[in-house]
């Protein structure tokens, strides 16, 4: 059996306050029910602190910082997701572990940044010098947002998976979309065979979640669905905000194309991926298994 992954210090503490408040709860009835949403939503926001501090700094840097700044309103920014991510870490809201994984989102990310900005897939403002290219440091760090959300809530809400597909198999589907990112701008888009991909190899997966006493499960493929539209949400601000912009919206906003939903599906997948391979996925605890389930079968 996988160790669950332990809370920091700080959630820890957070948890246990939650836990007394929450002791006089009662078990059933419409008060019981509307506890346990309070509790998800609350656990939800906290998963997202690090996306939601950040894109709070896009959204005050179009707000309110100065044109005539001595520095560059891109480079405010990257200065401002670094001392946001050191904060997480220093503030035990983060753990070194999950660190890692964000890092490795954060190249992963930059990578595509680098070469969809050479296409002119999209396209950032030209000031600053941090920067790789046409790229401000910054935009790294909203992958690694992505990455955040998705470490912390695995733990937050003690994931489990039932019938989860060997992660080799899940590995190369992963690779595969990671590829087609790129390649699709020379040869035939596959974005729809690895929709497909995707729908065949997890469709059978139910993921098992916690967030106060109660243990529910839904199919992971509509996890994967409803973080994309809220991805595809928070891009809307972004894009709003001047974070970035796409070629049809440098005469205008607009919000982003509803088919930029897919992209995200699919990036989805590759960050669940990435976190499958720290902390790989757990099956149910044994009362929690249905009559004729199995348990996952990880490699």
């Not at 179009?62 to 946001?84: F, M």
């Not at 790789?132 to 947002?145: D, E, K, Q, R, T």
Request: charged residues 15%; positive net charge.
């Amino acid at each position: 059996m996988i160790a669950r992954p332990a809370l920091t210090s700080v959630e820890a503490r957070i948890d246990a306050y939650a836990n007394r408040l929450l002791r006089s709860a009662p078990a059933t009835g419409a008060r019981a029910r509307l506890v346990e949403f309070a509790v998800f939503v609350l656990k939800q926001a906290w998963a997202c602190v690090f996306g939601a501090a950040f894109l709070a700094a896009v959204l005050a840097a179009k707000l309110w910082y100065p044109d005539d700044a001595a520095l560059a309103r891109n480079d405010a920014l990257t200065i401002a997701a670094v001392v946001i991510q050191v904060a997480m870490v220093v503030g035990r809201l983060e753990t070194l572990r999950e660190l890692r994984v964000i890092v490795l989102f954060h190249v992963v990310g930059t990578v595509m940044e680098l070469f969809k900005t050479d296409v002119g897939s999209w396209m950032y403002a030209a000031d600053g010098v941090l920067r790789i290219g046409g790229v401000p440091l910054y935009s790294g760090f909203m992958y690694a947002a992505v990455g955040s959300y998705m470490v912390r809530v695995y733990r937050l809400f003690d994931l489990r998976f039932m019938r989860y597909p060997r992660r080799w198999l899940t590995a190369i589907v992963a690779a595969a979309i990671y590829a087609n990112f790129f390649t699709h701008h020379w040869i035939v888009d596959l974005r729809w065979v690895l929709v497909l991909a995707v729908l065949v190899l997890w469709g059978r997966t139910m993921m098992h979640f916690r967030f106060f006493r109660g243990t529910f499960r839904m199919p992971l493929l509509l996890a994967f669905a409803g973080v994309a539209v809220f991805i595809w949400l928070a891009e809307n601000i972004a894009t709003y905000a001047g974070a970035w912009l796409y070629p049809s919206q440098v005469g205008g906003w607009h919000p982003v194309d509803a088919s930029k939903l897919s992209s995200w599906f699919l990036l989805m997948i590759v960050s669940v991926v990435l976190v499958a391979w720290v902390y790989p996925p757990r099956g149910p605890d044994p009362p929690a298994l249905s009559a004729g389930h199995k348990g996952i079968a990880a490699s």
